[in-house]
């Protein structure tokens, strides 16, 4: 092993432990936290899609339109950096878990709204037949099989917000891609750095692809059949 080749080994393993706790300090967490706040808020803003009030639904359809039709890098600018010029001052991580959630909220809702409209009506008809209300019929007969619809690409959603929130190195949180360039800044190998970072998120998602995997198994008595 030649003396660049150890160097190269040395920085891999004298960073990985912090690179790797800075993913479980930050990022999992900012991932968790904004996932369920935009998990509910997607349940909600469907829930308001489908609403027989049409002043719901223009509120709703408002915000997904806001939502999804401008960047998330630009939505994250506006809440950290632009709201303090109103007298709005949000620390980095509130700032990440707020724009991430909001982000998951819109991007969710149209996946839940999606699969509850997949239920047969026949469903809906179903429930109303053996007495029913709409509430009811919603919450046993057709959300469990919307939920089986929606998992999938509500997971996929997951993973890809666990890489998304590298993003919050923008607004000066320490999670784990932030933590790699500032450890780059310091051995100034940003190759071998951003090779690690990459590997650990891999890892990561590795291991949400398999729970996803595991929570599919679960949720296939709801299948159609």
């Not at 996932?35 to 997904?64: D, E, H, K, N, P």
């Not at 929130?165 to 190998?189: C, D, N, P, R």
Request: glycine fraction near 4%; aromatic fraction near 12%.
């Amino acid at each position: 092993m030649n003396d660049r080749t150890a160097h190269l080994t040395d920085i891999f393993i004298d960073s990985f432990v912090p690179l790797l706790m800075a993913g479980i300090k930050f990022t999992i967490p900012l991932t968790i936290i904004s996932f369920i706040l935009g998990f509910v808020l997607a349940f909600l803003t469907a829930l308001a899609r489908l609403s027989r009030w049409s002043i719901l639904q223009r509120v709703a359809w408002f915000y997904v339109w806001i939502i999804r039709g401008t960047p998330l890098l630009v939505q994250l600018f506006i809440i950290f950096y632009g709201l303090p010029s109103i007298g709005v001052v949000i620390d980095a991580f509130t700032a990440a878990v707020i724009g991430f959630s909001i982000s998951v909220g819109a991007y969710g809702s149209e996946i839940m709204r999606a699969a509850i409209q997949s239920i047969a009506k026949g469903q809906w008809e179903a429930a109303y037949s053996v007495g029913m209300t709409r509430s009811q019929a919603l919450r046993r007969i057709v959300l469990p099989q919307a939920a089986r619809v929606s998992l999938p690409p509500l997971a996929n959603s997951f993973i890809s917000l666990l890489k998304d929130t590298s993003l919050a190195a923008t607004v000066t949180l320490t999670e784990l891609f932030q933590k790699g360039q500032q450890i780059t800044a310091v051995v100034y190998e940003p190759l071998l750095l951003y090779c690690e970072v990459a590997l650990i998120y891999l890892i990561f998602s590795t291991v949400l692809s398999a729970v996803q995997h595991q929570l599919e198994h679960m949720f296939d008595r709801y299948a159609a059949r």
